[in-house]
């Protein structure tokens, strides 16, 4: 599970950076905005679901046990 997370840090951290710039190099201002925002909103819900179901699995294995 450790190196779930330090997977997922890099990602986020070093990843997510890039993506945007080269998405968002060619728009202009209001479109720059648009783009981050909702690829912030999908990223924070993605985390969000994915750790919910993380905590869920761990729930249901440890009262299986």
Do not use: H
Request: charged content about 15%.
């Amino acid at each position: 599970m450790k190196g779930l997370s330090i997977l997922r840090f890099v990602q986020i951290v070093f990843c997510f950076p890039i993506i945007i710039l080269f998405a968002t190099s060619k728009m202009n201002g209001i479109e720059q905005i648009i783009f981050i925002a909702l690829f912030t909103l999908y990223t924070v819900v993605y985390e969000v679901i994915f750790l919910t179901l993380a905590k869920r699995k761990r729930t249901t294995k440890s009262s299986s046990s």
